[in-house]
């Protein structure tokens, strides 16, 4: 039986995307079946898994609007292990309240999780920011969830939401663990970005934080904007390393 495990943040540019990508990527390496999917309506996985053709392409909101069948709009990538679901055409659309409406509503997402969990794939979620419903609904159908927490000044203003969110996901879904809280955006020889980083260390009990953290390196930005997740692009970078690193830790647990 596979798993779902869902990476989520109370703000948006922390890292969550990419680290979804890269973890997604990592497992995959590794001969884990994967699925990423992209249930935020940005669409942000799919530049940053080099699907930017000229047209939007199909994805979960196309299923959930019953225009396409999921089996036609799972891609594959060049990871023989891995396949992604991209938000599909929600990505266009500056009105995001119908696809809201309908993860909410429908039992769609939850049949997909269940049947890509039958056939023994990672599912890996890529929510959108913040602590809507979209997120909320992702979280009561996941048994793992990890929190990316930038390096900066205010980032501890906004882990007790996302805690106090997951606690009360927890009640309904019993099943959910959180892995850990993942430190990103850590950056070498920025006096702030290392303070903050130790305060985190400091305030947060050891087992809510990956003993892990995720550096800023130009190779990890080059490779998002050229569309290849730095696991597979720079493998020797230190964030291509702490990703993998991170995959080594949290594989045991997604058996």
């Known amino acids: 039986m596979g798993t779902v495990l869902c990476v989520v943040s109370q703000k948006g540019g922390v890292g969550k995307t990419t680290t979804a990508i890269n973890l997604a990527s990592a497992l995959a390496r590794r001969g884990r079946k994967t699925l990423l999917v992209d249930v935020d309506p940005q669409g942000a996985v799919r530049h940053g898994v080099g699907l930017t053709g000229t047209e939007q392409p199909a994805g979960l909101a ?11 709009v799972v891609l594959a990538t060049p990871l023989p292990w891995l396949r992604v679901l991209l938000a599909g055409s929600v990505a266009e ?6 696809y809201q409406a309908q993860i909410a509503g429908s039992p769609k997402l939850g049949e997909l999780f269940e049947r890509a969990r039958s056939r023994g794939y990672v599912v ?4 959108p920011p913040g602590l809507g419903v979209v997120t909320r609904r992702v979280l009561g159908f996941s048994q793992h969830v990890i929190v990316p927490l930038q ?7 906004t882990t007790t939401q ?4 997951i606690r009360e996901a927890s009640v309904a879904n019993p099943g959910l663990v959180l892995d850990g809280i993942l430190l990103t955006m850590v950056e070498e020889g920025n006096a702030v970005s290392q303070r903050v980083a130790a305060y985190v260390r400091e305030q947060l009990p050891p087992e809510l934080l990956f003993d892990v953290a995720i550096p800023r390196t130009m190779a990890s930005i080059e490779a998002f904007a050229a569309g290849q997740p730095v696991v597979l692009r720079s493998p020797d970078d230190p964030a291509a390393q702490a990703y993998l690193r991170l995959a080594d830790l949290l594989d045991p647990k997604l058996a």
């Open 62 to 72: 196309d299923v959930l609007a019953g225009t396409h069948e999921l089996q036609d």
């Open 93 to 98: 659309s500056a009105e995001h309240e119908t």
């Open 124 to 127: 890996v979620v890529d929510t």
């Open 151 to 157: 390096s900066e000044p205010l980032a501890l203003q």
């Open 162 to 165: 996302i805690l106090r969110a």
